[in-house]
């Protein structure tokens, strides 16, 4: 079954329409975002938020709030939303740095470091960090949700990008390179380094929409299964895609000496692998009693993109 055929939804259309709401809310909260910075920091941010990307993230956010709540999710969770994408910004300005990856081509253009050097790159990550920390908290405002819930939402938020999560991935990442992993090391990283933020993004859309702990509990379970599964695929396209169609360096990983997936599974045995984890996904919203097309469809489309 493909995406498009998850009860007739139309996937990129919707993908088109939700991007649109993202694009919208994060230019309005990128001022929020950089207001205070001296221009030398102003700039390399502004350019790192207006990166173009998928916005799964914070599409996945918003899903989530639907899912819970039946009805359309107003501006305010697109800005609360927005949060996410902001610490994700951050990880990927940090990625890039000649420290950590060293690329110079990310989403088609080049790099934040590449653009405005590696201090003022370092600096500008460092500050996306707060500023979505204030993102969250003032649309949560917004929705009028109280401080026990706010509080919430931050310490979500926070444990996914930090060392539990996606910082520490990031760490267990760099430091098994040019070793050889197994397939369980491989999964800690990844449940880690992807997984814990998009599970977060889940996480955030059910909290502010008022999800029992079931629910909070089988959204997250989606979206760290939706996680592997994109890492996956990830790793698929670094072997089959090219620069233009990915918009980064492709071949990077092996490169770099990385285990991957197609090391470990091959390429047929990886996308089986990545469509058995989207099984699961949606077999943890079913048992907690979450229909929602659009996340079903989110995840068929997560194992077919092709960029």
């Known amino acids: 079954m493909t995406a498009s055929a998850v009860a007739g939804f139309q996937i990129e259309a919707f993908l088109a329409r939700e991007r649109d709401r993202v694009n919208a809310a994060l230019a309005e909260v990128t001022e929020d975002a950089v207001a205070g910075a001296p221009p030398a920091l102003r700039e390399p941010m502004r350019y790192a938020l207006a990166t173009p990307g998928k916005r799964l993230r914070p599409i996945l956010c918003a899903a989530a709030w639907r899912a819970v709540r039946g009805d359309d999710a107003p501006d305010a969770v697109y800005r609360l939303a927005c949060a996410v994408e902001v610490v994700h910004t951050y990880s990927l300005v940090h990625d890039d740095l000649p420290c950590m ?12 470091h590449t653009v405005y050097g590696n201090t003022r790159a370092m600096l500008a990550g460092a500050a996306l960090i707060p500023a979505a920390a204030r993102v969250l908290d003032v649309a949560a405002r917004s929705l009028g949700l109280d401080a026990e819930v706010r509080r919430a939402l931050v310490l979500e938020l926070c444990r996914a990008g930090g060392a ?11 430091a098994g390179e040019a070793r050889r992993l197994d397939a369980r090391a491989l999964e800690d990283i990844h449940r880690r380094k992807t997984g814990a933020l998009l599970a977060a993004s889940l996480c955030l859309g059910g909290l502010a929409a008022g999800a029992d702990e079931a629910a909070l509990a089988a959204l997250s379970t989606y979206g760290g299964d939706l996680g592997l599964a994109f890492q996956i695929v990830d790793d698929v396209l670094d072997v089959t895609g090219d620069a233009a169609a990915l918009g980064k360096t492709a071949g990077k990983d092996e490169s770099a000496g ?6 470990l ?8 692998l990545a469509a058995a984890f989207i099984s699961d996904a949606i077999v943890a919203l079913h048992a907690a009693g979450i229909r929602s097309e659009e996340l079903e469809a989110l995840a068929r489309y997560v194992v077919e993109r092709t960029h």
């Open 101 to 112: 990856d060293d690329d110079a081509l990310r989403r088609g253009r080049p790099t934040v």
């Open 164 to 174: 539990e999560g996606m910082v520490g991935g990031q760490l267990m990442d760099l």
């Open 258 to 263: 990385k285990t991957t997936y197609p090391s």
């Open 265 to 272: 599974f091959g390429l047929t045995g990886s996308k089986s």
